[in-house]
């Protein structure tokens, strides 16, 4: 196949950014979640509200951070608030629009594991643990799952459950007192998966340019099922594109730089 | 009470004692951490949101025989190696875990402060993180009878946090990202606060975030003690530093030698930025 003339990651990063809307209050996370916020600020959406769970909020970075607590967070945010606050005021007083999570292992329901692989007592890899996800992803209004996709991070079966998704499907989540309403989609670097609106079981449901129904199968670890209709994703606009580059190229300018050791 | 770092670790840190070393990316006292290794403390209980690199280094010099943590990663990096070669193998000894999420360790530091028995939070929904620990429990409330999430208050034995200025009436002013670092101050039997600098008097500070001199055990002037973190308006945060930690602490042997050089081969902080700063020339 000839180059498209953009990654997989940059695909990711854009669809993530074009489900965001002006206005909306995101909380947010490093890594591609921190992207694709920052991408939507930068294009259709300059008035998107960026909390990061270190305490800034408003926040309109020029780099984007290494560190969910970088200097430049507090000195573009509205206000910094202590995190005690972040958690209770905001995201779980149900202030949230949209919470993003990454893992390292999901399931058909959109359950996460960030915590171990292996048993818990003997990991055979220590994850970082949960952070802020287990209720992020319980309080979020709605939450976007991004991560890329291989049989051994979308499983049958999750080493650990971090953090809930739609739990056992068919109504469960429901039935719990988390007050969001779980993952409305999942990025993945073949396309974008959805719940089931019965079963609450996700499904293929718009696929990148380039990519298949059979190598998204492929790269499933349980029997993936196929919405009725996929839709297929646009193609980068030049000035998503250009915007995204254009803001890594600072970031990582930014990283590499020495700082002044302190005296 | 002004105290030189060393004597203040000496006095309030025996082995044993449960330690928290807060702030949260910003304000990290790394000086302290480095301090607590000079003095060789043993079987100590570690006690911060995100054990970052300066947990990592504790861990891996033989502190810690226990760590209550919500997320334990080099941020934005990847992994903690010595964190992770301390529970996966027992290297350089075992370390017992006492998990949770950011809000239950936040509400657990907030009832601290407020000396509560727990902390409540409407948390760890569909999660496996109660199954593995016993800490970790429900309420009913009493009001409308919904079942919520418990965990125990943390109360630190000593709580040390990092500040860019204290007066000389040991009064400490904080600005920028905070964390979690006022609750866990509050929560502590002992409070021990490094600062860049101690000034005659500290700016009016109506709704500024200040730790009154009667909660504060000890201040110690150690500029850049918060290095490789930050202190809004000192200094920033040495993301390189943190990048180059992926490498030193990925290997045992390198780690160490790394340790034996810079952090238990020079008398003080001072002595550590300096040998940094050789080496970066």
Same mark, same amino acid.
Do not use: H, W, Y
């Given at each position: 196949?000839? @180059?498209p003339g953009f990654a #997989? *990651? *940059?695909?990711?990063?854009i669809a993530a950014a074009r489900l965001l809307w002006? /206005?909306?209050?995101? %909380?947010? /996370?490093? /890594?591609? &979640?921190s992207a694709a916020c920052n991408l939507a600020r930068l294009t259709h959406a300059p008035d998107i509200v960026l909390v990061y769970e270190s305490g800034t909020i408003g926040t309109r970075p020029g780099v984007l951070p290494l560190s969910i607590g970088d200097g430049e967070l507090a000195e573009t945010a509205s206000c910094v608030v202590p995190l005690p606050e972040v958690f209770s005021h905001y995201l779980q007083a149900g202030r949230v629009d949209v919470g993003f999570l990454g893992a390292a292992q999901i @399931? #058909? %329901? /959109?359950?996460l594991n960030s915590t171990v692989v292996g048993p818990y007592?003997? &990991?055979?890899? #220590?994850l970082p643990g949960a952070g802020g996800a287990p209720e992020i992803a319980a309080h979020a209004k709605q939450t976007f799952v991004m991560l890329a996709a291989t049989p051994r991070s979308f499983v049958e079966r999750l080493d650990f459950r971090t953090s809930g998704g739609f739990l056992e499907g068919h109504g469960a989540r429901a039935r719990t007192t988390a007050r969001g309403g779980g993952p409305r989609a999942v990025i993945t670097d073949f396309g974008m998966l959805a719940p089931d609106p019965e079963t609450e079981e996700l499904r293929l449901v718009a696929l990148f340019p380039g990519a298949t129904v059979e190598e998204a199968k492929g790269k499933v670890g349980w029997p993936l099922a196929v919405a009725g209709r996929v839709d297929a994703i646009a193609a980068p606009t030049a000035l998503e594109l250009e915007t995204l580059r254009a803001l890594h190229a600072r970031t990582k300018a930014a990283h590499r730089r020495a700082v002044e050791m302190p005296v | 009470m002004l105290l030189s770092l060393s004597d203040a670790i000496d006095r309030f840190v025996p082995d044993g004692a449960s330690v928290a070393l807060e702030g949260f990316t910003h304000l990290i006292p790394f000086a302290a951490g480095h301090e607590i290794i000079r003095q060789r403390r043993r079987d100590l209980h570690l006690i911060r949101m995100t054990p970052d690199l300066v947990y990592d280094q504790m861990i891996g010099m033989g502190c810690a025989r226990r760590l209550t943590f919500s997320w334990g990663g080099n941020p934005g990096v990847g992994s903690l190696h010595r964190l992770r070669d301390a529970v996966e193998h027992g290297w350089p000894r075992p370390l017992e875990l006492d998990e949770h999420s950011h809000a239950a360790m936040a509400a657990a530091f907030t009832a601290g402060a407020a000396r509560l028995p727990f902390g409540v939070l409407r948390g760890y929904i569909g999660t496996d993180l109660p199954a593995h620990n016993p800490r970790i429990r429900s309420v009913d409330c009493p009001?409308?009878?919904e079942t919520l999430a418990a965990v125990p208050a943390l109360n630190p034995d000593v709580t040390i946090v990092h500040a860019q200025r204290a007066d000389r009436a040991g009064n400490v002013a904080i600005h920028g990202i905070l964390g979690a670092a006022r609750e866990a101050a509050l929560a502590a039997t002992s409070l021990i606060v490094t600062v860049e600098e101690i000034v005659d008097a500290l700016p009016p500070a109506m709704n500024g975030i200040v730790l009154p001199h009667f909660v504060v055990s000890a201040i110690a002037h150690v500029p850049g003690g918060a290095y490789p973190s930050y202190a809004h308006g000192c200094y920033a945060r040495d993301n390189a530093f943190y990048l180059a930690w992926d490498v030193i602490a990925r290997e045992r042997a390198a780690f160490t030698a790394w340790m034996e050089r810079h952090v238990l081969g020079t008398r003080d902080h001072g002595a550590f930025l300096a040998g940094l700063r050789a080496e970066a020339a």
């Open positions: 196949m000839s @180059d #997989r *990651e *940059e695909l990711m990063t002006n /206005g909306c209050v995101c %909380f947010v /996370g490093i /890594g591609l &979640p @399931d #058909r %329901f /959109g359950n007592a003997s &990991p055979k890899v #220590r | 009001f409308t009878g």
